[in-house]
């Protein structure tokens, strides 16, 4: 997304129609154009002034509160004006037509905080924290984007990158001065150990990543089970409707069905999944193929049975919840203390079920600090970054020449900087800020 420096608009408040449109202007014709469309053209800074706003004909669209922000003291580093009117449908595109007519463009997704980046306002990070910050459908999810828009992945990533200068600055002195006896006994030995907690640091993200991920994208939760256990009913209860077509034959359940729900402060993916039992159906074997699947990338697993049966047991993990259905059907199977007991037909005991599913969420979630990766391409940039670090190591180990650990190093240097925006290829920018709504 190339950057055009002129004058920028939008709407940066909920789709009309609402109690109050706010519209956003931010460029180098914001001043000429509070003089072409306001009745009042010489606003105090940082202070909201009653105003009209007029369309071409100088008739007036509405009345409302006018903002100017000069620059660079702004969002974007720009002059910046903020008019909020009444929020009516022909009102907003009345007004979105005369800051139009006066010299503006609609602006792009993002490009608000595009501008804002490459004024210097805010890093990469800290600009992904902004959309997150809107999208936030949990507490979890706000409290993670708040730690990063306060700059905690920024110092995480900077911090990694002021470690590899150093070590190059080693390496470069090495390489700028040969002949001196001991340059190579002095540089490998601190460039070695600084590699290697740095790569166990990023190792380590990686691995907290995995749930970081998850608290801004949601974990994933999988109802399993044999035909007719009520995994279906089950998901209507947690859904609060019926997300799933339920029968008593069995079988009905033929591919996965996911529903999104928040509990506990954490966004989650239930997923009902097919009956799990040897069948020559094709089609639902495919679905038990599925499920399987299913089980494989969930983050938790309830295995829900009938509480007249007993429990099968082979494909249980540690940390997986056993759940026993239609427990006012008759005296329970095999029964343990462990297992939470249900009638997902009536909804008893759901709610304990709930509470237990928070439960375990809470235990993956509760050693992770700040966020360290919360999105894929913070994730492939540090991927990408360890493969530098271990070729970096083994050219040290085999002693194949300062040139060799020093580029390694550059590129791993580089790949973090990708993360924060300090080497910024376009395309990298275009990526992250296409995904923001237009306004931002």
Same mark, same amino acid.
């Given at each position: 997304?190339?950057?055009?420096?002129?004058? *920028? %608009?939008?709407?940066?408040?909920?789709?009309?129609?609402?109690?109050?449109a706010?519209?956003?202007?931010?460029?180098?014709?914001v001043?000429?154009l509070?003089?072409?469309?306001?009745?009042?053209?010489?606003l105090?800074?940082?202070?909201?002034?009653?105003?009209?706003?007029?369309?071409?004909?100088?008739?007036?669209?509405?009345?409302?509160?006018a903002?100017?922000?000069?620059?660079?003291a702004?969002?974007?580093?720009?002059?910046?004006?903020?008019?909020?009117?009444?929020?009516?449908? &022909?009102?907003?595109?009345?007004?979105?037509?005369?800051?139009?007519?006066?010299?503006?463009r /609609?602006?792009?997704?993002?490009?608000? !905080?595009?501008?804002?980046?490459?004024a210097?306002?805010?890093?990469?990070?800290?600009?992904?924290?902004?959309?997150?910050?809107?999208?936030?459908?949990?507490?979890?999810?706000?409290?993670?984007?708040?730690?990063?828009?306060?700059?905690?992945?920024?110092?995480?990533?900077d911090g @990694?990158?002021?470690?590899l200068?150093? %070590?190059?600055?080693?390496?470069?002195? $090495? &390489?700028?001065?040969?002949?001196?006896?001991?340059?190579?006994?002095?540089?490998?030995?601190?460039v070695?150990?600084?590699?290697?907690?740095?790569?166990?640091?990023l190792?380590?993200?990686?691995?907290?990543?995995?749930i970081?991920?998850?608290?801004?994208?949601?974990?994933?939760?999988?109802? /399993?089970?044999?035909?007719?256990?009520?995994?279906?009913?089950?998901?209507?209860?947690?859904?609060?409707?019926?997300?799933?077509?339920?029968?008593?034959?069995?079988?009905?359940?033929?591919?996965? *069905?996911?529903?999104?729900?928040?509990?506990?402060?954490?966004?989650?993916?239930?997923?009902?999944?097919?009956?799990?039992?040897?069948? $020559?159906?094709?089609?639902?074997?495919?679905?038990?193929?599925?499920?399987?699947? !299913?089980?494989?990338?969930?983050?938790?697993? *309830? @295995?829900?049975y009938?509480?007249?049966?007993?429990?099968?047991?082979?494909?249980?993990?540690?940390?997986?919840?056993?759940?026993?259905?239609? %427990?006012?059907?008759?005296?329970?199977?095999?029964?343990?203390?462990?297992?939470?007991?249900?009638?997902?037909?009536?909804?008893?005991?759901? &709610?304990?079920?709930?509470?237990?599913?928070?439960d375990?969420?809470?235990?993956?979630?509760?050693?992770?600090?700040?966020?360290?990766?919360?999105?894929?391409?913070?994730?492939?940039?540090?991927?990408?970054?360890?493969?530098?670090?271990?070729?970096?190591q083994?050219?040290?180990?085999?002693? !194949?020449?300062?040139?060799?650990v020093?580029?390694?190093?550059?590129?791993a240097?580089?790949?973090?900087?990708?993360?924060?925006?300090?080497?910024?290829?376009?395309?990298?920018?275009?990526?992250?800020?296409s995904?923001?709504?237009i306004?931002?």
């Amino acid at each position: 997304m190339a950057l055009r420096r002129d004058t *920028i %608009c939008a709407l940066a408040s909920g789709p009309p129609p609402a109690a109050i449109a706010t519209l956003r202007v931010s460029g180098p014709d914001v001043r000429s154009l509070i003089s072409k469309r306001l009745s009042v053209s010489d606003l105090k800074p940082r202070h909201a002034t009653l105003v009209d706003l007029f369309d071409e004909s100088r008739d007036v669209v509405d009345s409302g509160l006018a903002v100017f922000m000069p620059g660079p003291a702004s969002y974007t580093g720009e002059d910046t004006l903020e008019i909020s009117l009444h929020g009516g449908r &022909i009102i907003t595109e009345l007004a979105l037509t005369s800051i139009m007519d006066a010299g503006a463009r /609609l602006a792009e997704p993002g490009e608000f !905080t595009r501008r804002a980046f490459e004024a210097g306002k805010l890093d990469l990070t800290r600009a992904e924290a902004v959309a997150d910050l809107i999208d936030a459908e949990s507490e979890v999810q706000l409290a993670q984007a708040l730690k990063q828009m306060g700059g905690a992945l920024e110092a995480l990533y900077d911090g @990694w990158r002021r470690d590899l200068t150093k %070590c190059l600055a080693l390496l470069e002195a $090495s &390489i700028d001065f040969p002949d001196e006896e001991d340059a190579p006994e002095r540089v490998d030995a601190p460039v070695r150990e600084t590699l290697s907690v740095l790569q166990s640091d990023l190792q380590r993200a990686l691995e907290q990543g995995n749930i970081t991920e998850r608290i801004r994208d949601g974990f994933k939760v999988a109802i /399993l089970g044999r035909p007719n256990a009520g995994k279906s009913t089950l998901l209507n209860q947690l859904a609060k409707r019926e997300a799933a077509i339920v029968t008593d034959i069995p079988g009905t359940t033929r591919d996965v *069905i996911e529903v999104r729900l928040t509990l506990g402060g954490y966004v989650v993916w239930i997923s009902d999944t097919a009956g799990l039992r040897e069948t $020559s159906d094709i089609v639902e074997a495919e679905g038990v193929r599925r499920a399987f699947k !299913t089980a494989e990338e969930a983050d938790l697993r *309830i @295995w829900l049975y009938d509480s007249r049966d007993d429990f099968d047991s082979a494909h249980v993990q540690p940390g997986d919840l056993i759940v026993a259905n239609k %427990c006012d059907l008759g005296g329970p199977g095999n029964v343990s203390r462990e297992t939470l007991q249900i009638v997902a037909k009536t909804g008893e005991g759901v &709610i304990a079920l709930e509470a237990k599913i928070v439960d375990r969420l809470m235990s993956l979630t509760r050693n992770v600090g700040a966020p360290m990766i919360t999105r894929a391409r913070h994730r492939q940039g540090i991927e990408r970054a360890m493969v530098h670090l271990i070729q970096a190591q083994d050219h040290l180990q085999s002693q !194949t020449g300062a040139e060799f650990v020093a580029e390694d190093v550059r590129m791993a240097s580089r790949e973090l900087g990708t993360l924060t925006g300090h080497i910024d290829p376009d395309t990298v920018l275009g990526a992250v800020f296409s995904s923001f709504c237009i306004g931002k």
